[in-house]
């Protein structure tokens, strides 16, 4: 297992695949690695269920970190292509974080909700010792729908195309330009531009329209180990190999500079908001189509082969070994305090 982030498939089959409690036939589709939400039958309608962590960010101001903590929570379910209808929340707040910034934390996911049309149905919350930001608790989100609609993560097959919204690091530059802005050096246009992109993590919406738009076969986001882990984890779950063409990948303003600047593989890093998705070759345009008219960077960057792994720019590669941000943003940590304590 991994020091930090997601496990990895070899610890996944190894200590939980074959310890999932209870066998239910209403269960249509259970835990495996590299797929964003399990299936429970509930009659004539399916309920995709996925939990995540909550991830609170003070620095991106209370109201504005809800909204961002929960995009993550619901866009696990989103690729479903159903749209998220019901929340369970829970929070283990830290003691330092009085009734004020928790009422704005509260705020922003309110406010997602009620624009997303979802509904929060239970929760828990309640201050603990030792809590401590950014991880603050977990949220459980739900969608109620037609089975016959739900997009799998493992559902790509040999001959679809491969499309990529919005391209690598999206997230990672957002944030660690917003958290470390001194820290960083670029000049402050560029900054400013790099910081931009923490408003481009939401991929819920994104989701939801593709899928609307026909023949999506397969959706997943990328988020820790970034668009290559996205790529190798619906390759490995789907069965089969996926060719990319990098210079097809979209690149938002600032990703590059960022990267550099950190010497950060953008590749690596988790880059929340992007989606990559498995499209059969005669709807590519329909989908282009629909997410361009949300105004969402968009591209064909390759197709899907029989085989296995992922092959890109005609090299094979390998699953990342964690997520290339989670270094980058622990020597920023570690850089800040040092000049805390010289002060």
Same mark, same amino acid.
């Given at each position: 297992m991994p020091d930090t982030g997601k496990i990895d498939r070899p610890f996944f089959e190894e200590y939980l695949a074959t310890r999932l409690g209870a066998t239910r036939e209403d269960v249509r589709k259970g835990p495996k690695h590299g797929v964003d939400f399990g299936v429970v039958e509930v009659g004539e309608h399916a309920l995709v269920v996925a939990t995540d962590p909550i991830s609170i960010l003070p620095e991106l101001g209370y109201e504005r970190a809800g909204r961002f903590a929960l995009q993550f929570v619901l866009a696990d379910v989103a690729v479903s292509g159903l749209v998220p209808t019901h929340l369970a929340v829970s929070f283990d707040l830290p003691p330092e974080m009085d009734d004020d910034e928790f009422a704005a934390v509260w705020r922003g996911i309110d406010g997602e909700c009620r624009d997303l049309g979802v509904s929060v149905v239970t929760g828990h919350t309640a201050r603990y010792e030792d809590c401590s930001f950014p991880w603050i608790g977990h949220g459980t989100a739900f969608a109620v729908g037609n089975p016959d609609d739900i997009v799998y993560p493992d559902g790509a097959r040999p001959g679809d195309a491969l499309l990529v919204t919005k391209g690598p690091a999206v997230e990672a530059t957002g944030l660690l330009a917003t958290l470390f802005p001194d820290q960083i050096s670029l000049s402050e246009e560029l900054r400013s531009t790099a910081q931009e992109r923490v408003d481009e993590t939401d991929s819920v919406r994104d989701a939801t329209t593709a899928a609307a738009a026909g023949g999506v076969r397969a959706m997943h986001d990328a988020t820790e180990g970034g668009l290559l882990g996205a790529l190798h984890e619906m390759a490995a779950s789907a069965g089969v190999k996926l060719v990319v063409d990098s210079a097809e990948v979209p690149v938002r303003p600032g990703v590059r500079e960022t990267c550099d600047a950190l010497e950060m593989d953008p590749w690596r890093a988790t880059t929340g908001g992007t989606l990559v998705i498995a499209v059969d070759p005669d709807c590519i345009d %329909? +989908?282009?189509?629909?997410?361009?008219?949300?105004?969402?960077?968009?591209?064909?960057?390759?197709?899907?082969?029989?085989?296995? %792994? +992922?092959?890109?720019?005609?090299?094979?590669?390998e699953p990342p070994a964690g997520d290339a941000s989670w270094p980058v943003y622990e020597r920023l940590l570690a850089e800040r305090s040092d000049e805390t304590k010289t002060e």
């Open positions: %329909g +989908v282009v189509d629909a997410l361009e008219a949300r105004e969402t960077p968009v591209a064909v960057v390759g197709h899907v082969e029989e085989g296995g %792994g +992922v092959i890109l720019d005609e090299k094979r590669t």
